[in-house]
C-alpha cells in the first residue's frame, strides 16, 4: 500500500486533507492520514471521529494525550505512540511525565493480566 500525497489526492480526500491542515495548522498531513486515504471512507470517518473526541470535552486535551499514548503503548502501535507522545509533550508532558506515564501503563498491564489468569471477581464496593 502506497501514501496518498496531497498532489494526487481526490477531491474527497482533498478535502479531509484540508480540514486536517486548517484545524491542525500545518502545510501537510501526517503520514497515518496518507495511508488511511487509500480508503476515503474511512479517512473521513477515522478523522471526524478523531477531531470530535480529542477536541473540548470534560477531560482537558493534554489528558486525552496521554491516555492515548498510554493505550498505544499497551497495543504496541509505535506510530500513535510517537504521533500522541509528541502531542502530549506540545501540550505540556515533560520527560517525568512520560516517564511515570510508562510505570503505569506496565503496571496496569501486570495488574490486568493478574487479574484476569486468576480470575478475580468485582468487589461489590468497585460495582456501580
Known amino acids: 500500500m502506497n501514501p496518498i500525497e496531497m498532489e494526487n489526492a481526490s477531491?474527497?480526500?482533498r478535502a479531509?486533507?484540508?480540514?486536517?491542515?486548517?484545524?491542525?495548522?500545518?502545510p501537510d498531513v501526517n503520514n497515518f492520514?496518507?495511508?488511511l486515504a487509500n480508503e476515503p471512507r474511512m479517512l473521513a470517518n477515522v478523522w471526524n471521529s478523531l477531531?470530535?473526541?480529542?477536541?473540548?470535552?470534560?477531560?482537558?486535551?493534554l489528558t486525552k494525550e496521554l491516555i492515548y499514548t498510554a493505550i498505544s503503548m499497551s497495543n504496541n502501535c509505535d506510530y500513535?505512540?510517537?504521533?500522541?507522545?509528541?502531542?502530549?509533550?506540545?501540550?505540556g508532558a515533560d520527560e517525568a511525565m512520560m516517564n511515570e506515564l510508562i510505570a503505569v501503563v506496565g503496571l496496569a498491564n501486570m495488574t490486568n493480566r493478574l487479574a484476569t489468569a486468576y480470575k478475580v471477581p468485582v468487589d461489590e464496593a468497585f460495582k456501580t
Open 11 to 13: 477531491p474527497a480526500v
Open 16 to 26: 479531509v486533507y484540508d480540514d486536517i491542515c486548517t484545524t491542525r495548522g500545518v
Open 33 to 35: 492520514w496518507k495511508y
Open 51 to 61: 477531531k470530535d473526541i480529542m477536541g473540548p470535552g470534560a477531560l482537558d486535551p
Open 80 to 91: 500513535c505512540m510517537a504521533s500522541h507522545g509528541a502531542s502530549a509533550r506540545a501540550k
